[in-house]
């Protein structure tokens, strides 16, 4: 394993809509457990492949509670219920802001171990997949942002 490079907003690539996953082996397997790794050191929940600067449709979760997974291809195939809560991104150092998503989706994806799957999630943890699906499609966080804050020594200032 290796901890690879989190991109920042300026990054271009962060802005580009990631492929379709159509080659399962090794190779994706050993970026799957690079991404993991580069999630922990950084104490997120959540990494997408466009983080790290690959074009793949690859997310890594972990709600630090009872889910740690891996999505491939992950799809939200329904959404419902809606709150507006803070979210913050490793791509977006010492900042964070108030964004409004739905509360309950369901979703298609690929496993690690290249099985098709769907599941449900709600509330944090539907939060964390939509925020890093969005990655997948070029979108940050902010766009969708009601409001930004910048982060001071813990301290929360509005912009």
Do not use: W
Not at 57 to 81: F, Q, W
Not at 111 to 129: G, Q, W, Y
Not at 140 to 150: C, G, H, K, N, V
């Amino acid at each position: 394993m290796a901890l690879r490079t989190i991109r920042t907003d300026k990054d271009p690539i962060l802005r580009k809509k990631s492929r379709q996953v159509t080659k399962f082996d090794d190779r994706l397997k050993i970026l799957i457990e690079d991404m993991y790794e580069t999630m922990d050191k950084a104490e997120g929940v959540g990494l997408a492949a466009p983080q790290v600067g690959i074009l793949k449709r690859v997310i890594v979760v972990d709600n630090r509670e009872d889910i740690r997974m891996a999505l491939i291809n992950p799809e939200i195939t329904e959404k419902d219920g809606s709150e507006v809560a803070y979210e913050a991104c490793l791509s977006i150092p010492e900042r964070q802001g108030t964004v409004e998503r739905a509360t309950h989706i369901e979703l298609s994806y690929i496993d690690e171990n290249f099985e098709e799957k769907t599941m449900e999630a709600s509330d944090f943890f539907a939060r964390i997949l939509q925020h890093e699906i969005d990655h997948l499609d070029g979108v940050l966080y902010s766009d969708r942002a009601i409001e930004m804050y910048t982060i001071k020594d813990k301290e929360v200032s509005e912009e």
